[in-house]
C-alpha cells in the first residue's frame, strides 16, 4: 500500500526538514516546497494527500496561499501550521481543516495528521 504523501510548505529549512523527517519516521511520505510558488507547482503535479501550510513566508503568505488551494483543490486537507496563534482568529484560516501553533516537539503536528487522514478516510498512511 502507498504511503501517504504529505506536501510541507515552511520557509525556514531547519524547521521544514524537522517535520518532514518526523512525518517519515511515522510513515508517511513528504515532499518539501519552501514557498507558496514552488507548493502551487507540487499541487499542478497532483498525488498529495494532505498539506502542512506556514503563514509567514516571503513573497506570497500562507494566508494568500489558502483559498487558492481551496479553490484549485477543493477538499484537500490542509493544516495550518505557525508560530503565530493570533492567525486564528483570521476568517481566512476557517478554510484549514486545523490549526497547530508550532512547538519544538513535531509530535503535535504528527498527531495532527494522523488525525485529519483518519477523519478524511484516508487508508494510505504505513503506522
Known amino acids: 500500500m502507498a504511503k501517504a504523501r504529505i506536501l ?13 523527517e518526523e512525518l517519515k519516521l511515522a510513515g508517511y511520505e513528504t515532499i518539501e516546497a519552501r514557498n507558496a510558488s514552488e ?10 494527500d494532505l498539506i502542512v501550510l506556514d503563514i509567514n513566508m516571503p513573497g506570497v503568505s500562507g494566508m ?4 487558492r488551494i481551496h479553490e484549485l483543490h477543493p477538499g484537500m ?3 495550518i501550521h505557525t508560530a503565530y496563534g493570533s492567525y486564528r482568529e483570521n476568517f481566512i484560516s476557517w478554510l484549514a481543516d486545523m490549526f497547530i501553533v508550532k512547538s519544538p516537539d513535531a509530535g ?6 494522523k488525525e485529519l487522514l483518519s ?9
Not at 39 to 48: F, S
Not at 119 to 126: A, I, L, M, P, S
Open 64 to 67: 494568500e496561499l489558502l483559498p
Open 119 to 127: 477523519r478524511k478516510g484516508e487508508v494510505k498512511k504505513n503506522s
Open 77 to 79: 486537507p490542509v493544516i
Open 8 to 20: 510541507v510548505v515552511e520557509d525556514d529549512e531547519k524547521q521544514r526538514q524537522l517535520y518532514c
Open 108 to 113: 503535535g503536528l504528527v498527531e495532527a495528521v
Open 39 to 48: 507548493a502551487e507547482e507540487i499541487l499542478n503535479q497532483g498525488d498529495v
